[in-house]
């Protein structure tokens, strides 16, 4: 399966949004492209600006997806996927998951898979998002903030995800201020240099301009990259 997963150094992040601009900016292109996202919680509350995670994400893919394609199970509360569905007298089984992520991806050029919150999330009481990454195999990109804590936030979720054989293809600070201070520009450059991995910025954008927000992005080289050896000077 040809795609990436993305996840977030923490819930808020901004991961839906790189995850829809890089379906966008694919698209441009002309590829035929699918999204996936196993759970959406937190819709007893009102949307902002922005549209729900699978409603967005269904909107940018060029594979003919609804919602409810893009996210099979979906819950009210605003909690973590394991409570939601315990709430709810429901149970999650992961691997029906990864199976719909890759019937997705059987259908498309390239399948862009969403996680939910941070990678240590967890799906199940005994199953994290972090194990369902390892299920799909794809490049890992990382959505973390640009402002204070985001060195040890990323830093972490970096070595999180190595320390199971994932491969992370990229870190994006999103957004990435107009004008960015001293501080943003340094944890750049500190967390390329401790994570020995790609970091690139994406700039504030909105539901109308994600292709354009997604365009400058090496989407084809994180696709077809196994990640940086982190034992290597970068």
């Known amino acids: ?19 829809a601009a890089i379906c966008a900016a694919l698209a441009e292109k002309g590829e035929k492209v699918a999204a996936f996202k196993p759970v959406v919680t937190g819709l007893d509350e009102e949307p902002d600006e922005w549209p729900r995670d699978h409603e967005l994400l269904a909107r940018v893919a060029t594979i003919r997806q609804e919602p409810s394609d893009v996210t099979p199970l979906s819950f009210g509360p605003p909690v973590s996927p394991h409570l939601a569905a315990e709430m709810a007298g429901e149970s999650i089984e992961p691997h029906e998951l990864a199976a719909a992520a890759r019937k997705a991806g059987d ?20 199953y994290l998002v972090r194990d369902l ?51 943003v520009r340094s944890n ?39 990640g940086p050896d982190p034992s290597t000077d970068g």
């Open 107 to 126: 259908e498309a050029d390239a399948v862009i898979c969403e996680g939910v919150g941070g990678l240590l999330v967890p799906l199940t009481p005994g």
């Open 133 to 183: 990454a390892v299920e799909l195999d794809l490049p890992l990109v990382i959505a973390a903030r640009p402002g204070l804590g985001t060195i040890n936030h990323t830093l972490l979720t970096i070595e999180g995800a190595r320390a199971v054989g994932l491969d992370v293809a990229a870190v994006v600070i999103t957004p990435w201020p107009a004008e960015p201070d001293e501080m």
């Open 1 to 19: 399966m040809r795609g990436l997963f993305v996840t977030a150094t923490d819930t808020g992040v901004g991961k839906t949004v790189l995850a």
């Open 188 to 226: 750049k450059q500190t967390i390329e240099q401790f994570g020995q991995v790609n970091v690139v910025p994406l700039p504030e954008t909105d539901p109308d301009s994600l292709a354009d927000a997604g365009r400058d992005l090496p989407i084809e080289e994180w696709i077809g990259t196994s």
